[in-house]
């Protein structure tokens, strides 16, 4: 039972089930920002859950794999040695999951402070689809829109 477990768990097939699984939960902060389920599932400390699960998962593979650790940290040496530790699959998904949940959570705080400043959620649904693609662009698009809405510059808010 457990062999199928794990040999239905492979890197691949945990690529598809993220990549697929964070749709719904964009999907309910695009058309149903206000509604309980994105309170209780998507703006709460759930997805972040569903996330450390996928990732200790991961670091026990590539823990289970052999992977030298502190050969990870030569990333921040050049472009090459990025490259090179990213030709690791575990690794690299280890990466498409920091992506998606800190767009989640950028996206989550973009639904979360627009309800604050009662803002429309029309305004904001250009700017969020943006966070969902490529993150840091949408947030910035959305402070800029912030700041058009509210008339003033926060930048520590």
Not at 47 to 62: C, G, K, N, R, T
Not at 145 to 152: D, P
Request: glycine residues 2%; neutral net charge; contains cysteine.
């Amino acid at each position: 039972m457990t062999d199928q477990i794990y040999n239905f768990f492979t890197t691949d097939m945990i690529y598809m089930w993220l990549t697929i699984g964070v749709l719904p939960f964009w999907v309910i902060l695009f058309f149903f920002p206000q509604s309980r389920i994105c309170k209780i599932f998507v703006t709460s400390v759930f997805p972040i859950i569903v996330f450390v699960a996928v990732d200790s998962y991961l670091l026990f593979e590539l823990y289970h794999n052999k992977f030298d650790f502190l050969y990870a940290f030569n990333l921040y040496l050049n472009l090459d040695e990025l490259t090179n530790i990213m030709a690791d699959k575990n690794y690299l998904i280890l990466f498409w999951v920091h992506f998606l949940a800190i767009n989640l959570f950028c996206g989550c705080w973009i639904v979360r402070d627009y309800q604050k400043t009662s803002m429309s959620k029309f305004l904001a649904f250009f700017p969020l689809l943006l966070t969902y693609f490529i993150g840091p662009i949408g947030l910035f698009f959305y402070w800029i829109l912030r700041i058009f809405y509210s008339k003033k510059i926060d930048l520590y808010e």
